[in-house]
């Protein structure tokens, strides 16, 4: 089961993970939906992978880290196999890179409940209580999420295209 205590057991994205992230929020910042971001120091965050996270809980955010987020990696919960020798390292690097990027929805949503947090920490205290959550932080957070889904989708789209067409001008 996965507790606050499982969060100890984190490793930070790589350098080009957090790049890849961090790509597609500059992008999402720049959109109506994502106007809140834009003068929230979202690039001091430290993203963390977290293999005890499962498929209910994708990301996490802990007033007690107030500036970590955390995420589920790509392979959470499997043994780690060794990747079958007809898969390319670049395969494998860029399927790790599209990950970070799909999971970028996912850390708006965390970066929604930090925002919520330094807006007000004793509302964010109060509105965590079990019943209050859902109608609280949670209806706010996921409403942004939602909103960013699409947004994000089409920035990943974008930029996936213009790599495209560098690798085919070559
Ligand atoms: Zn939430």
């Known amino acids: 089961m996965f507790t ?19 790509r597609v929020l500059d992008d999402y910042c720049r ?21 005890s996270m499962t498929d209910s809980v994708m990301g996490a955010f802990l007033p007690a880290k107030p500036w970590t987020i955390y ?21 494998v690097e860029q399927s790790r890179l599209s990950w970070a990027q799909f999971m970028t929805v996912t850390v708006i949503h965390e970066l929604r409940h930090a925002w919520q ?4 920490w004793w509302l964010y205290v109060l509105c965590s209580l079990p019943l209050l959550r859902a109608f609280t932080l949670e209806r706010d957070a996921e ?17 996936d295209g213009v790599a495209f067409q560098r690798r085919w001008r070559k």
């Open 4 to 22: 606050v205590f499982s969060l100890r057991n984190s490793v930070p994205l790589s350098p080009d993970e957090s790049a890849a992230v961090f």
């Open 31 to 51: 959109t109506p939906a994502g106007e809140w971001l834009r003068n929230f120091p979202f690039r001091r965050f430290n993203l963390r992978w977290c293999q």
């Open 71 to 91: 995420l589920m990696p790509a392979d959470a919960g499997e043994e780690s196999e060794p990747e079958p020798a007809a898969v390319s390292a670049r395969l």
């Open 117 to 120: 947090f330094r807006k007000c």
């Open 143 to 159: 409403r942004i999420a939602r909103e960013a889904e699409h947004i994000v989708e089409q920035t990943i789209a974008w930029h």
